[in-house]
């Protein structure tokens, strides 16, 4: 199974003839569609402000964040000064990925505590979990305690005005016991408290149709990774349109799913990430219409 933490190599040089129009880097905003500022990885390091203002040149109005500590903040910026460095670019963040193995491995909530600050600070809603480590969740026992410790949190958050998210790979539909963990969380959670970030590519990956979980849980999914399948590699990324997923069936669900938030996310590239990034926020707002 393919762990979210691990880098997908980068494929190769792209072919002239799918270099993007340079006029759609300045596509206009296009309303809840953000993107998971995991997308450019390589490049928030070296220069966050930079990277920022191109996201929002691209055309997006929401930004997901990924990898805060309290030691660097978000790329080297406080919580704070990252906040405004997004008003400045007309850009908000209504959701985090916060890894969250300390509290579900030790129950110590040091870093949690931390990751809830930096929430209300950059006036994010949600406080999503990006993985769990697999030795969490190894039998049915495992399952139902980790959603026991999910509505903990999620408790927690909701004390903070804040709610608790969970992001799915593929391993999650591993069958053990005759259930799977995808499975367990959504019948043991409180729909209330716990919403769910629906990875539409790592749903089809492992063989389901989005479609089909939306009508089992209608009103659980909050959030979506809109990120499309490589036609020849199933591995693969590419940008929104031009995959193997078909978003305008999933799109025409959003109202049943619970939608609110539509955030693109890319993990490797054949054109110029930026080119990229641009031309999956065009293909959201014009023809998806979202």
């Known amino acids: 199974?393919?762990?979210?933490?691990?880098?997908?190599?980068?494929?190769?040089?792209?072919?002239?003839?799918?270099?993007?129009?340079?006029?759609?880097?300045?596509?206009?905003?296009?309303?809840?569609?953000?993107?998971?500022?995991?997308?450019?990885?390589?490049?928030?390091?070296?220069?966050?402000?930079?990277?920022?203002?191109?996201?929002?040149?691209?055309?997006?109005?929401?930004?997901?964040?990924?990898?805060?500590?309290?030691?660097?903040?978000?790329?080297?910026?406080?919580?704070?000064?990252?906040?405004?460095?997004?008003k400045a670019h007309g850009l908000t963040t209504p959701s985090g990925h916060y890894g969250m193995d300390e509290f579900f491995g030790t129950g110590k909530t040091t870093e949690f505590e931390s990751y809830i600050e930096a929430a209300k600070a950059t006036g994010q809603t949600y406080i999503v979990i990006p993985s769990l480590n697999h030795e969490f969740i190894k039998s049915v026992t495992d399952f139902k305690s980790v959603a026991a410790k999910m509505n903990t949190a999620a408790a927690v958050c909701k004390k903070h005005g804040l709610k608790l998210g969970y992001h799915n790979h593929n391993f999650e539909w591993e069958k053990i016991g005759g259930t799977t963990f995808y499975d367990t969380i959504l019948a043991e959670t409180d729909p209330k408290l716990v919403a769910m970030e629906m990875d539409l590519y790592w749903v089809v990956r492992a063989g389901y149709n989005p479609i089909d979980i939306f009508k089992k849980h209608p009103g659980r999914f909050a959030m979506v990774h809109v990120k499309d399948m490589d036609k020849a590699n199933n591995e693969l990324n590419t940008e929104i349109g031009t995959g193997k997923i078909n978003f305008k069936s999933i799109v025409a669900q959003s109202k049943l799913a619970g939608i609110k938030h539509f955030i693109v996310e890319q993990e490797n590239f054949k054109i110029d990430p930026y080119k990229s990034i641009a031309q999956s926020s065009a293909y959201l707002k014009n023809v998806l219409h979202v």
């Open 1 to 86: 199974m393919i762990n979210r933490r691990k880098f997908l190599t980068q494929a190769g040089i792209a072919s002239a003839g799918l270099i993007l129009a340079p006029q759609l880097l300045s596509a206009k905003p296009t309303g809840r569609v953000g993107l998971q500022l995991y997308s450019l990885r390589d490049y928030l390091p070296k220069d966050v402000k930079g990277v920022i203002a191109k996201v929002a040149k691209a055309g997006y109005k929401e930004v997901e964040t990924y990898g805060y500590s309290k030691q660097n903040g978000f790329w080297g910026l406080s919580a704070k000064e990252f906040s405004a460095l997004l």
